[in-house]
């Protein structure tokens, strides 16, 4: 199921913590096997579920709990757009408007060419940088004005 590369980054991740308690390498080692396979598949969380010895509810608890695991294919480039209180004060859902009216996707979807996908986050913890958008769960965008939002879409064509 995961490659042998991807297999010693579980164990690399579950040798963090001590004997018997590898269920705490749960959340990376779901990244993990998200980044080798684009998305977390039924049987790819059931798959890092058997790895750590764990009840397969356990880790799709998980997976389904935070954001940043994608249980359907997602676009090339993954844009979360921050809509919490802090953000919606400060442009947040005009940011996502604005995204939303030039990809012509929603929320939740996936640009015809595969390139995108819209996503409603949560708080990411940069308020002050309000208006947020994260890329790829990676890289944080602040003060994401339209002019900021075209750049950031030109940058990833
Ligand atoms: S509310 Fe958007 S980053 Fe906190």
């Keep these: 199921m995961f490659t042998t590369e991807t297999l010693q980054k579980f164990a690399r991740e579950v040798a963090k913590y001590p004997a ?6 749960v959340m990376a080692c779901l990244a993990l096997a998200q980044e080798e ?3 977390l598949a039924p049987e790819t969380i059931e798959a890092v579920a058997k790895y750590l010895e764990l009840p397969p509810i356990a880790a799709l608890e998980v997976a389904t709990f935070y954001n940043m695991y994608d249980l359907k294919p997602v676009g090339k480039y993954k844009l979360t757009v ?3 209180l802090p953000c919606a004060l400060s442009g947040g859902y005009h940011a996502a408007r604005y995204v939303q009216d030039k990809l012509g996707i929603a929320f939740g979807e ?3 060419d595969g390139k995108f996908t819209l996503i409603e986050g949560e708080c990411m913890g940069a308020c ?3 208006p947020v958008m994260l890329v790829n769960n ?3 965008c602040g003060a994401m004005t339209p002019e900021q939002i075209d750049k950031l879409l030109e940058e990833c064509k």
Excluded: E, L, P
Excluded at 20 to 25: K, L, T, W, Y
């Design 37 to 39: 396979k684009g998305w």
């Design 110 to 112: 996936t640009t015809a």
């Design 128 to 130: 002050g940088d309000a």
């Design 20 to 25: 018997g308690q590898q269920r705490s390498a």
């Design 138 to 140: 990676r890289r944080m």
């Design 82 to 84: 921050c809509t919490n």
